[in-house]
């Protein structure tokens, strides 16, 4: 059974830090591309970055480029994102999601399985 687990989002200031972790189990690791994506209820759930399998390649939204970093480590099983200089429009459900064929891809249907989301909540 293949689980997705994020953690580490939380309610933070404008200009704050938070670092998102995702533990994978259930697949093998080391063959997937991963992703974040984010979501805010009414809209469609977009693409924030995403790395390859052996996180040689990684790509981002134009509006996180800068501020976020995607970053995995295949012995952990584990994807991170790390949100810098956080501001309001940043807020929403945070997912992690794995794609099968390797590759960083920012399209959402490509990926294969999804975590259940962890909140980040940014205020003024």
């Known amino acids: 059974q293949v689980q997705l687990v994020e953690s580490g989002g939380g309610l933070v200031q404008a200009g704050e830090t938070l670092r998102l972790s995702c533990i994978v189990s259930g697949l093998t690791f080391g063959t997937y591309a991963m992703g974040w994506f984010r979501q805010v209820p009414g809209k469609e759930r977009e693409f924030v970055a995403g790395?390859?399998?052996?996180?040689?390649?990684?790509n981002y939204a134009d509006s996180v480029k800068g501020r976020f970093t995607i970053s995995r480590d295949n012995a952990k099983n584990t994807v991170y994102l790390q949100l810098n200089s956080l501001k309001p429009e940043d807020t929403a459900v945070y997912y992690c999601?794995?794609?099968?064929?390797?590759?960083?891809?920012?399209?959402?249907?490509?990926?294969?399985?999804w975590g259940q989301g962890t909140q980040v909540q940014v205020t003024v």
């Open positions: 790395i390859s399998w052996s996180g040689g390649t990684t």
């Open positions: 999601a794995a794609h099968r064929g390797g590759r960083a891809v920012t399209i959402r249907s490509a990926y294969d399985y």
